[in-house]
């Protein structure tokens, strides 16, 4: 079976620093994508960025960046430069080639709250 | 160009009352996919479905939850006779085809479901 895992409850980061995410996975599967979710207090689910398990390279997305590391099956966020408005919750999610497209699995998530 | 759009927002029900939640897709959408998240919890997969038809129901309980996404009209989560531990926020997403392994999953803003 598939897993997700977000070791960090809860981290605490100070505005105009760098924060990274941790987010490993399980799986056999040699196709899969992994995804990086926010979730803020209103509750919706904003997307912000992907990584293939075939890319050579690490993502990156604006002030978002992924730390892929495939032999060690990890996809860390890195949010620079971090904002008051980064407060929220973060998910990593996977989704495998051989499931069905919309199949996203979440890990628990990590709630971030950045202070002044 | 609306997004996926899902209502009620919030949603309160006596134990034992059944709970209606409605999706519609974004426009040109046809596959719609549902998830429940726990309180603390990351979002777990449900259901898949297209027009008319469910793909997937792997994630779904096997009593009192159905779900129906009919030619017209949004799609449907239906939850019988609710208890207490059905309180949860409840997703969905939708794409208008089998995407790319990295096009990103379009949420609604989630109905919040209280059990009282």
């Known amino acids: 079976a598939q897993k997700i895992t977000q070791t960090q409850p809860g981290m605490f980061v100070q505005e105009k620093e760098a924060v990274t995410l941790d987010c490993t996975y399980d799986?056999?599967?040699?196709?899969?994508?992994l995804f990086w979710y926010k979730q803020p207090s209103s509750g919706e689910m904003i997307f912000l960025i992907y990584?293939?398990?075939?890319?050579?390279q690490n993502a990156t997305e604006g002030r978002y960046s992924l730390n892929f590391q495939k032999a060690r099956k990890s996809a860390n966020l890195v949010i620079s430069a971090s904002q008051l408005g980064d407060s929220a919750m973060y998910f990593c999610?996977?989704?495998?080639?051989?499931?069905?497209?919309?199949?996203?699995?979440f890990g628990a998530g990590t709630q971030v709250v950045v202070t002044p | 160009n609306a997004g996926v759009m899902q209502n009620p927002r919030h949603l309160v029900r006596r134990r034992g009352q059944e709970a209606r939640l409605r999706c519609s897709p974004m426009?040109?959408?046809?596959?719609v996919y549902w998830y429940r998240q726990l309180p603390e919890e990351g979002l777990k997969f449900m259901v898949y479905?297209?027009?008319?038809?469910?793909?997937?129901e792997s994630g779904m309980p096997k009593e009192r939850f159905s779900a129906e996404f009919p030619k017209e009209g949004p799609s449907i989560l239906r939850i019988q006779q609710v208890v207490r531990g059905d309180s949860a926020a409840y997703f969905c997403?939708?794409?208008?085809?089998?995407?790319?392994?990295?096009?990103?999953?379009?949420f609604g803003q989630g109905t919040r479901l209280t059990v009282v």
């Open positions: 997403a939708s794409s208008q085809s089998l995407e790319s392994m990295n096009t990103e999953a379009f």
């Open positions: 799986t056999s599967d040699p196709s899969y994508g």
């Open positions: 990584q293939g398990s075939y890319d050579q």
């Open positions: 999610a996977m989704r495998l080639l051989t499931d069905s497209w919309g199949k996203l699995q």
């Open positions: 426009k040109g959408h046809s596959h």
């Open positions: 479905l297209q027009k008319e038809n469910i793909i997937d």
